[in-house]
């Protein structure tokens, strides 16, 4: 996340765009139904602007401990706490070390973070140590094309989109990165195609 650290103006272009009708009617729905499965003590990884405060679900969210390392994302983030119908306490800090002790989390949540994620591999490894055994991995990310032809260009293209828009990577194959850091994934589901496809992951730590 270096890049978006120094980059204030993604972050507020990024809220603005957050918040368009186009954008909320393609991405809540992928995030109320992940976010209706976060149960427990919950951790979200990369809160952004703290688009999914509202979607936590009382009934089976305990409480939520929010991390983002930007400080403009975490100002907006703070104002949507109010309509949380869950506690939630917001931190600074990164998916790469998480301020957390071991198998302390019920269930971890990211969305649309791992593009942008500076070393992805050590950022799951450290969800992996903060889960319990059995624990729930909850994603949507947007990642790698399976088909050639749109791969070929989101490779092409991350160097500029990396600069553009705050570190952000086309071209992170996402679920397969899950499965190396040893996640179990029961449940992908595709959407969107061309340069931009999303995945919904849900996975589970090792029992």
Not at 68 to 76: G, Q, T, V, W
Not at 153 to 175: D, F
Request: hydrophobic share 45%.
């Amino acid at each position: 996340m270096g890049i978006l650290q120094r980059n204030p103006f993604f972050a507020g272009v990024y809220e603005k765009i957050s918040q368009t009708g186009v954008f909320k009617s393609q991405f809540d729905p992928w995030r109320q139904q992940l976010i209706a499965q976060a149960h427990g003590k919950t951790l979200e990884v990369g809160a952004g602007g703290g688009q999914n405060f509202a979607f936590y679900d009382p009934a089976v969210t305990a409480d939520v401990q929010a991390v983002e390392p930007h400080d403009m994302m975490r100002e907006y983030a703070q104002k949507r706490i109010a309509a949380a119908k869950v506690p939630i306490t917001l931190l600074a800090g990164s998916a790469e070390a998480l301020p957390f002790e071991d198998a302390v989390f019920d269930s971890v949540v990211t969305t649309l973070v791992f593009c942008s994620v500076s070393n992805p591999e050590k950022g799951l490894q450290e969800i992996m140590r903060v889960l319990k055994p059995g624990g729930s991995l909850l994603m949507f990310e947007h990642v790698l094309s399976g088909n050639p032809v749109w791969a070929t260009a989101q490779h092409v293209l991350t160097p500029l989109q990396m600069l553009a828009a705050g570190n952000c990577h086309l071209n992170r194959n996402t679920p397969q990165a899950v499965r190396a850091a040893g996640f179990i994934i029961s449940s992908e589901k595709w959407s969107g195609g061309s340069i931009h496809p999303q995945v919904a992951i849900i996975a589970a730590k090792p029992a």
